[in-house]
């Protein structure tokens, strides 16, 4: 069993409406938790970088939340746009406590205009 | 700025031939890493390098070989593919480990 796992496998939405990812995990401990913006055919790009002791981090239309206490994160996008077309990725890291990165699947997003 | 470049961007293979990925960044950064991509997984780590010098396994190294050629770049060989190893690669890198990963725009690779 992935010790992060993301929910949906896939989302449809309109253009200019919001949506919430989710990222359940079990790694434990961990140092920080990451959301990754994956283009088709693209390699992943940093959105967010969240520490254990902290609740929430946006970047523009992009917030993160986390419950350190339930092992969870969201990631929710505003206003969406065609261009938020991509595959949303949770990864937890344990590498303080001498863990590697460990990825979940991912959400793959489409906004349809 | 290039950032993590990787060559090629497609190889097809048969099965047995070997193969050597590149990846090369221009940040500067210590670490650098390789992870593969399947359908419906998560990116594993293949090998990785903490800085120039050293290298070390990580979650799926069997059947791949790493050169961490000097600080800037480091590559992937695959001695003799298999359809298994049918994936896309990534290169990453960074400076610390509290900083994300930098990663490259990948490389698929198909053996038949």
């Known amino acids: 069993k992935n010790q992060v796992e993301q929910s949906p496998q896939s989302l449809i939405i309109l253009e200019g409406k919001n949506c919430t990812l989710q990222c359940n995990y079990t790694v434990s401990p961990f140092s920080n938790l990451r959301w990754y913006k994956q283009d088709t055919g693209r390699g992943p790009v940093s959105l967010t970088i969240?520490?254990?002791?902290?609740n929430t981090k946006s970047n523009g239309r992009y917030t993160a939340t986390l419950d350190a206490d339930t092992k969870q994160s969201s990631l929710h996008i505003t206003a969406s746009q065609l261009s938020d077309s991509a595959s949303y990725i949770c990864v937890v890291s344990a590498e303080k406590y001498g863990n590697k990165l460990v990825f979940g699947a991912g959400t793959i997003l489409r906004v349809k205009s | 700025n290039a950032g993590v470049t990787q060559t090629p961007k497609f190889q097809v293979l048969k099965t047995g031939q070997s193969m050597t990925l590149q990846c090369a960044q221009d940040?500067?950064?210590?670490?650098m890493y390789w992870y593969r991509q399947d359908p419906g997984m998560g990116l594993r780590l293949i090998y990785y390098?903490?800085?120039?010098?050293?290298?070390d396994k990580g979650e799926v190294p069997n059947g791949y070989n790493v050169s961490r050629l000097n600080k800037r770049e480091f590559s992937l060989r695959l001695e003799s593919a298999a359809p298994s190893q049918t994936s896309v690669y990534f290169c990453a890198s960074r400076q610390i480990s509290n900083q994300p990963q930098h990663f490259g725009d990948g490389t698929r690779l198909s053996i038949l």
């Open positions: 940040m500067n950064h210590n670490s």
């Open positions: 969240m520490t254990f002791s902290e």
């Open positions: 390098s903490a800085s120039e010098g050293t290298t």
